[in-house]
């Protein structure tokens, strides 16, 4: 599928006060559902106003309609609960996020564990999906982008045997299957109500980079290269079968959580083959803005007919990345591309984008110094470069 954007964003943008402090009294029971949602309708509606005056495409919602990236799926389907905060016996300590969140003092915030048979009896998302898609005009529905979290976020975070009942499911292998035919109902849903461009949010699959998660996991007597296998088979179930023309995109980062807190560190090698080749996504988002992503090199592996986009701008740090920099980065990467392809630069060029490594307030909290004009001149400076080396298709 041809990419949407050479310019293009993660989701997740800078919150204003007015929505961070109604989301703080809706969680002391201080602001009522209805006025957290008012709140949320009009700051959507503003923020993609803001959007449209900088040029910025793919349009999000911000993720304003959501407390964290991840949140609104799992614990609106049948058959899960919510569990907030999580305790410690509940989760994987080997999982980069909790290991790093355990070190830091600070406990995991929410969790939805599996304790009935998964049932899709009402959309989690449709909802979610208006707020957005009613603040543009019919015409420009497909500039929109709206992102889901991965079937695989609680499974790695929680302790084995703690993400679903045994009394339900026998095995991962059933749990998987249930929850991959809910995703595919959802996304019906949302095509049906207008979504032609989805982005499923991964940091998990990068952590199998990580030296320090795949010994704890044999540590815990689960083999790395099998629970990778069944995430990617999951990813693979949830989307399939989608209509032809709904693009599908995967970002995969190391994590960015509260002040833009990182879990993980590796280079793609350890997972590349496997991961392009297996994965039926159209393009792939990927954190590329420091060295603990590695280098362009495993980005042979990527098929003719794959985009990918390379997170080349930072939200982690309010300083503007050098624009030159960031094109001699995008070369350097076409040219690994196109020799893993046998074809030209040039070709390999047209399915390469450019974007930030993440979303700039994931779990509703910014990096320090960010603020709403820094995070546009972010995106002013992505758009700028895609311009250069795109002329006429950023």
């Known amino acids: 599928m041809k990419l949407p954007f050479h310019a293009d964003q993660i989701g997740s943008l800078i919150r204003p006060a007015a929505l961070a402090g109604t989301q703080a009294k809706a969680d002391k029971g201080e602001a009522t559902a209805d006025e957290?949602?008012?709140v949320q309708r009009w700051t959507i509606g503003d923020i993609v106003q803001k959007q449209q005056a900088h040029g910025v495409r793919a349009l999000t919602s911000g993720e304003?309609?959501?407390?964290y990236y991840f949140s609104g799926f799992f614990e609106k389907l049948g058959g899960f609960r919510e569990v907030s905060p999580v305790p410690w016996d509940l989760t994987r300590l080997s999982a980069p996020p909790i290991a790093a969140l355990k070190k830091a003092g600070r406990q995991y915030m929410m969790a939805a564990v599996?304790?009935?048979?998964?049932?899709?009896?009402?959309?989690p998302y449709l909802d979610n999906w208006r707020l957005l898609r009613d603040a543009v005009p019919k015409d420009q529905w497909a500039e929109c982008k709206f992102t889901m979290p991965p079937p695989c976020y609680f499974h790695l975070r929680l302790a084995p045997g703690k993400c679903y009942s045994r009394d339900v499911y026998a095995d991962d292998d059933a749990f998987f299957a249930d929850l991959a035919a809910a995703y595919r109902k959802e996304l019906r849903t949302l095509y049906d109500e207008g979504l032609r461009n989805v982005q499923i949010d991964d940091p998990t699959l990068a952590y199998f980079c990580s030296d320090d998660m795949l010994q704890g996991l044999r540590e815990d007597g689960v083999d790395p290269d099998q629970l990778f296998e069944t995430y990617l088979k999951a990813h693979n179930d949830c989307i399939a079968n989608r209509?032809?023309?709904?693009?599908?995109?995967?970002h995969v980062c190391r994590g960015n959580f509260s002040k833009s807190m990182h879990f993980s560190e590796g280079s793609y090698e350890k997972i590349a083959e496997r991961f392009f080749t297996t994965l039926d996504y159209d393009t792939f988002f990927l954190e590329y803005d420091s060295p603990r992503a590695g280098g362009?090199?495993?980005?042979?592996f990527l098929p003719r007919g794959k985009n990918v986009v390379l997170g080349v701008v930072t939200t982690k740090d309010p300083a503007l990345e050098d624009a030159e920099d960031m094109k001699a980065k995008v070369r350097e990467a076409a040219r690994i591309i196109a020799a893993g392809q046998d074809r030209s630069v040039e070709e390999a060029m047209g399915s390469i984008g450019v974007s930030p490594q993440c979303g700039f307030a994931s779990v509703s909290v910014g990096a320090d110094g960010m603020d709403e004009d820094k995070m546009f001149d972010k995106l002013k400076l992505v758009k700028d470069v895609a311009k250069e080396l795109w002329p006429g298709e950023a």
């Open 36 to 38: 957290l949602l008012e």
């Open 64 to 67: 304003f309609d959501r407390k």
């Open 114 to 123: 599996c304790e009935g048979k998964i049932r899709y009896e009402t959309s």
């Open 243 to 250: 209509p032809a023309d709904m693009h599908v995109g995967l």
């Open 296 to 300: 362009f090199e495993p980005l042979r």
